[in-house]
């Protein structure tokens, strides 16, 4: 039996109130409940990234977050981010430098990314590697991905 | 994997913890920032009845001088630490310890009074604890109680703590400095030998069932022997072989990084 909890939280701007067991993560709230599915579950134990979120204003792992314990919670997906409008150098700059290959990894290296834009400005490759090196892809196109969000970071400057 | 059905509450203070472990004893499971027991959950390694969320709790938050000491709230997050000008200023060995605790996404979320309640051998903020000589400060229904790091850690993924009983906070001696170097395959990961090395206080991570602090090398260390120092990790750790490689191996890293921290003290002496 798993018990049920009702939040009410922000998601994307817009105001949610759900029913939700113990046992469901964000990812999942987000994908099956919500039906946003640009929030991958990949590992779902913490380890690859492809669940990073906003919560709050930070970068969170998805699968790692209790969705009973959001209520009051401001969440930003690569959804609200794309429609926000806030990563679209990021996205030109992936399709530019082909830094997405089948793709699964991509929606949290965008969401860890535009962290580093929104956070780290001035990082260097060797940092804009540092802050993603929580984030995996499978297909092992980094170079591709540290190359485009160079050049977002450059541009800016 | 799905986590296992499970209930979850939120306490809103202390008291509420005290009822919940009085209702539900060994079945309940605080939850602070859960970046260590959400995915054993995912594993099935943990199964609690109830996930208590202590993180809305506000006496568990903060730091602050207290006396002669910096007091860190157990709800601090690793972020937290790296970015909290008093602990850059009075406890900087913290400070330095942060960007080598896993990455951004974790750290946002994981808490110091987690990562010491979980005992990871392999942590960083354990070892850093035991070679600040910080206190634990605890707390249950019965009242507090204060329990020196060196103490608390007692085994691989066990501590002091009792049934019934959470961290309040983490008190550190202030101005102790130290320094903190490890070695890992791939950024973020646990390390498979690191070292926080306050004045001649050397403890290792990473290197067996918790935090170690090596007394043998300390001595060395005192005497300004470095050479002597790395001869004494001979007795002073018992490596156990790991997935990272055999005890051969782990001392070897092991003098490495003793060095590495040793060289500056021997270039100020010279």
């Not at chain 1, 804009?128 to 970071?153: F, K, M, P, W």
């Not at chain 2, 400060?137 to 019965?142: D, E, F, G, I, R």
Request: hydrophobic content about 45%.
């Amino acid at each position: 039996m798993s018990q049920r909890t009702e939040i009410t939280l922000t998601v994307n701007g817009e105001r949610v109130t759900r029913s939700v067991e113990a046992r469901r993560h964000l990812v999942d709230f987000l994908r099956l409940d919500l039906g946003l599915t640009g929030t991958h579950a990949g590992c779902e134990h913490g380890v690859c990234g492809a669940c990073t979120v906003r919560v709050d204003g930070v970068i969170v792992r998805g699968c790692l977050v209790v969705a009973a314990s959001l209520d009051g919670a401001e969440v930003t997906t690569v959804e609200g981010l794309a429609d926000s409008g806030e990563i679209r150098a990021l996205q030109a700059a992936f399709v530019a430098r082909n830094a997405a290959q089948c793709g699964f990894c991509t929606p949290g290296m965008v969401m860890t990314a535009a962290d580093i834009l929104r956070h780290h400005p001035e990082a260097t490759r060797a940092e804009i590697r540092e802050h993603l090196s929580g984030n995996y892809c499978r297909c092992t196109g980094y170079q591709a991905i540290v190359d485009a969000v160079q050049d977002v970071l450059e541009a800016a400057r | 994997m799905k986590w296992p059905a499970t209930s979850y509450r939120r306490a809103s203070s202390l008291g509420d913890v005290w009822q919940a472990f009085a209702e539900g004893g060994a079945g309940v499971q605080l939850l602070a920032g859960g970046q260590t027991l959400l995915a054993t959950l995912a594993f099935r390694l943990s199964e609690p009845a109830l996930l208590l969320d202590i993180t809305r709790i506000p006496t568990l938050r903060g730091i602050a001088l207290h006396g002669g000491a910096l007091r860190i709230g157990a709800l601090t997050t690793h972020a937290g630490l790296g970015r909290d000008p008093l602990v850059a200023r009075h406890a900087p060995l913290l400070a330095q310890a942060v960007p080598l605790i896993a990455h951004p996404a974790i750290r946002n979320r994981g808490t110091i009074g987690g990562s010491l309640a979980n005992a990871d051998p392999a942590a960083e903020l354990p070892a850093c604890a035991v070679a600040l000589e910080a206190t634990l400060v605890l707390a249950s229904a019965q009242g507090e109680r204060r329990v020196p790091a060196g103490e608390f850690f007692t085994g691989l993924l066990s501590t002091a703590l009792r049934p019934g009983e959470l961290i309040l906070a983490v008190e550190v001696p202030i101005g102790r400095g130290g320094s903190i170097t490890e070695i890992a395959r791939r950024s973020g990961d646990y390390a498979m030998c690191g070292l926080a090395l306050v004045g001649a206080r050397p403890v290792f991570f990473g290197v067996g069932d918790g935090p170690v602090l090596a007394r043998g090398a300390g001595a060395a260390l005192a005497r300004g022997d470095v050479e002597a120092a790395c001869a004494a990790l001979d007795t002073d750790l018992d490596p156990p072989t790991d997935m990272h490689g055999p005890p051969a191996m782990k001392r070897h890293l092991a003098r490495v990084l003793l060095r590495r921290a040793a060289a500056p003290r021997q270039e100020q002496a010279a």
